[in-house]
């Protein structure tokens, strides 16, 4: 059996399991299919977001990825364990009242703004309230999701031409690419 299909089994089986420890990423951070750095990232996450922890793997460079789930939806997949952080009563960050409320603000802001565009696409909709990006989303749905960019410039990319490029993040940014108004893809971060 190959292991991409023994991590598949493996994934769906812990998936149907309870709640596990909840983490949040330190900042933005990649959900991945495996837990290797060149597997697919599958969601981008951002600060405040809620990942329930299912189990863990260590790679060949002895580093750990921990199987998530984002809380109140059935994605997930594999996110470094340096990118994340315990959500818990102990982190003082995290559980200031400050942070308590503009997370709640953010997560109010786009469930209003879902309610208020009921064309939008399900995939759309759905990354909106999990405070992630997909493909195909538009300036003002990225811009609903991650707010305003850091900055952004024109560029061209061999294979799609000229695009517009949106950074997130000023430390370790994350590139947005968009081609015609529309999400074409993103990167991924420098290990």
């Known amino acids: 059996m190959k292991l991409s299909v023994f991590i ?6 812990l998936f149907a399991k309870g709640e596990g420890i909840k ?5 933005l951070a990649e959900i991945k299919t495996l837990p290797t750095d060149g597997a697919e990232t599958v969601e ?5 977001v809620v990942l329930n922890i299912r189990s863990s793997v260590t790679d060949t460079l002895d580093r750990i990825w921990y199987m998530v789930k984002i809380a109140g939806t059935d994605k997930g997949g594999f996110v470094l364990g340096t990118d994340i952080e315990p ?26 703004l879902v309610k208020n565009n009921p064309d939008w696409p399900r995939r759309v909709k759905s ?19 991650w707010e305003k960019p850091d900055n952004e410039t024109d560029g061209f990319i061999l294979g799609a ?10 430390g370790d940014p994350v590139a947005v690419v968009m081609k015609n108004g529309e999400v074409i893809g993103w990167s991924e971060k420098k290990r």
């Open 8 to 13: 598949m089994i493996l994934s769906a089986l």
């Open 23 to 27: 983490f949040t990423p330190k900042s």
């Open 44 to 48: 981008m996450i951002k600060q405040g």
């Open 87 to 112: 959500f818990s009563q102990e982190i003082d960050t995290l559980n200031s009242p400050k942070l308590k409320k503009e997370i709640s603000a953010d997560k109010k802001r786009r469930l209003a």
């Open 127 to 145: 990354a909106l309230l999990a405070g992630t990006i997909c493909l195909g989303m538009n300036r003002e749905q990225l811009a609903a999701s």
């Open 161 to 170: 031409g000229d695009v517009r490029i949106l950074f997130y993040r000023k």
